[in-house]
């Protein structure tokens, strides 16, 4: 697998995200001892950039990577999460915590549930309105001074809030959504902002901080770049489980399905070309964004884990950058 660099360590160019393993999606598919063994799979084909939080799950995603990284602990970048608190993981309610106080004891817990004595990458995982970024960014580059964090991240952040942060700290990495149907870290929305709860920085859009990143010596990761799984082909409104968490988004019903469909057959034909996989192909546009791009895609199944791989691989053409770029907009707001 082709590698990139993280802070002068080389990771696989694809990473994985945990997340759906413990929370979210397709709950029947959950299986502990399963996660563990794909965890440890995955470090073997050289998948090593691993990313959890606090709030998947409640803990519990954290304690399966601390399972799985058992004498496996030197060959990864593990990265966590704090600031954003699970309330009630059936109604994926949750609210955000930026105070000092809760970044060191989140912090403490997870280095607990993750069998770790420091958390490669720590990330806030969503800004607390109500806490000033300075108050809470501060509180996480003690962690760093103290040497139970090694670099820190942003998640879904506005370039602004990055260059404030940065200006006290440096930023590592931004963790935002980002695939051929969200654009917005971009700073080309085209109807995928909107609020979410707990969970969207509000409509505003962005700006370019993909962009930011790259001129700041910072790694841009894009979580979902499968679109949660509508790239691949494979999802459509009859195939969610009742509780899956993209049910309820309205991108995910059944007429935005359909719409969205143009973006898939794009994909498809791409992928045609290639001889390769749709998911390969969306993975791989990701990559095409900048040398300083890790993707986190998420599985649960050995298979996909392979084929998720198989993208850093995967050279796209001018002509296919040019083409898969001028996708038609997502019909729907992301949450």
């Given at each position: ?18 997340m ?13 001892a399963?996660?563990?063994?794909l ?42 999460k ?12 949750m ?11 989140s ?8 069998g ?10 969503r ?25 820190l991240?942003l ?21 935002s ?13 085209g109807g ?34 499968l ?7 494979a ?8 509780g ?26 791409v992928a ?15 990559l ?35 083409e ?5 907009s ?5 949450y």
């Amino acid at each position: 697998m082709r590698t990139r660099e993280f802070k002068g360590t080389r990771v696989g160019g694809v990473g994985l995200g945990l997340m759906g393993m413990s929370w979210a999606y397709s709950a029947s598919e959950r299986d502990d001892a399963r996660s563990v063994e794909l965890i440890r799979e995955a470090v073997g084909l050289g998948v090593t950039f691993l990313d959890t939080a606090q709030a998947y799950g409640g803990g519990h995603n954290e304690e399966l990577a601390g399972r799985a990284l058992k004498g496996l602990r030197d060959q990864v970048v593990v990265a966590t999460k704090t600031g954003l608190v699970m309330d009630e993981a059936e109604t994926y309610a949750m609210h955000r915590d930026g105070t000092p106080d809760h970044v060191r004891r989140s912090a403490e817990e997870s280095l607990r549930r993750l069998g770790t004595d420091a958390v490669d990458l720590y990330y806030l995982h969503r800004v607390d309105p109500e806490v000033p970024l300075a108050e809470t960014w501060g509180a996480m580059a003690e962690l760093v001074a103290e040497g139970k964090v090694r670099h820190l991240g942003l998640s879904e952040v506005t370039r602004d809030q990055a260059a404030e942060a940065h200006a006290i700290h440096p930023v590592a990495a931004v963790q935002s959504e980002l695939s051929l149907w969200t654009r917005d870290a971009q700073g080309t929305p085209g109807g995928s902002a909107g609020g979410g709860g707990g969970l969207t920085g509000g409509a505003e859009g962005p700006g370019d901080v993909v962009g930011w990143c790259a001129a700041n010596d910072a790694v841009f990761v894009p979580f979902s770049p499968l679109g949660r799984g509508f790239l691949t082909g494979a999802v459509t409104a009859s195939s969610l489980e009742e509780g899956d968490f993209r049910a309820s988004q309205p991108r995910f019903q059944e007429e935005a399905l359909r719409e969205n469909q143009r973006i898939v057959d794009v994909v498809r034909r791409v992928a045609q070309r290639h001889g390769t996989t749709p998911a390969r192909v969306a993975i791989a546009w990701t990559l095409a964004q900048g040398d300083h791009v890790i993707p986190i895609p998420g599985t649960k199944k050995s298979a996909y884990l392979r084929d998720n791989a198989g993208a850093a691989d995967l050279v796209l053409s001018a002509e296919d950058l040019r083409e898969l770029d001028e996708v038609p907009s997502a019909t729907g707001s992301r949450y």
